[in-house]
């Protein structure tokens, strides 16, 4: 603990989110407290079952949570039964908690 | 939990991004939990609590201004203010005057204050957490 909260609002089909996935792996890996990946806005896309998922389910194999923003999936008409395994629909206040725990919070 | 200060930095414009409207959610979030929150606002997010917006009418729907109801995010500054009232918690609204001057947007609504980049660096060190939401 605190950890690292990432939020991620970019979908990565739109390009620039490979960094940030790397990141949240890298920082996994290091053990040096939890790590969420947040996603808001196009970043829910590929929480759907699609060829842009396989990299969010390989992240949670790597140890981060991944949470995607339930608002951000309503307006993208995005039901949770199309949601993938390894994602779980959350409220922003999730995202606040996590920034009230202490993480390190970074915005891509 | 107890009491918590969280510090926001908002950069875009208003009417231009959807990055605008999260870190509102989460700001509205944050003081619904009972926490002080700081917003810096910098660059084109000054214009977020500019004073003289006004909702317009639409004419290619034929809607006039009352029917259209376009939003003004100086109306979301304003509750965001009444809301820490009603809760209990401070709410800092900070303008960067140097992007206000450029802007010409000197007059932001009720409750917000003029400030500087200086301002936002004592906001960090001040609060329990920082979030930079930037532009791309």
């Known amino acids: 603990m605190p950890g690292y909260l990432l939020i991620q609002s970019r979908d990565p089909m739109e390009g620039g989110g490979e960094s940030f996935d790397e990141l949240a792996r890298s920082l996994a890996s290091a053990k040096s407290g939890p790590v969420t990946l947040f996603l808001v806005e196009n970043a829910v896309l590929p929480a759907r079952k699609s060829a842009a998922s396989a990299r969010l389910a390989e992240l949670a194999k790597s140890g981060v949570e991944i949470l995607a923003d339930e608002f951000a999936l309503r307006e993208r008409g995005i039901s949770r039964d199309r949601l993938i395994p390894e994602v779980k629909p959350a409220a922003i206040d999730a995202a606040v908690d996590r920034m009230v725990e202490g993480r390190k919070t970074l915005w891509n | ?136």
């Open chain 2, 1 to 136: 939990m107890s009491k918590q200060h969280l510090n926001f930095l908002l950069m875009d414009a208003p009417y231009e991004q959807a990055r605008t409207t999260t870190g509102f959610r989460m700001i509205d979030a944050a003081l619904r939990k009972g926490h002080d929150v700081t917003v810096f606002c910098y660059e084109g997010a000054v214009a977020l609590a500019f004073a003289k917006q006004v909702p317009h009418a639409n004419a290619v729907h034929g809607r006039d201004a009352a029917q259209e109801d376009h939003p003004n995010p100086k109306d979301w500054v304003a509750a965001l203010l009444d809301l820490a009232q009603e809760k209990g918690s401070k709410l800092t609204w900070i303008q960067c005057g140097l992007c206000v001057d450029e802007r010409g947007v000197g007059e932001a609504v009720a409750g917000t204050v003029r400030g500087s980049p200086a301002d936002f660096h004592k906001a960090v060190e001040a609060a329990n957490n920082t979030i930079v939401i930037p532009t791309r």
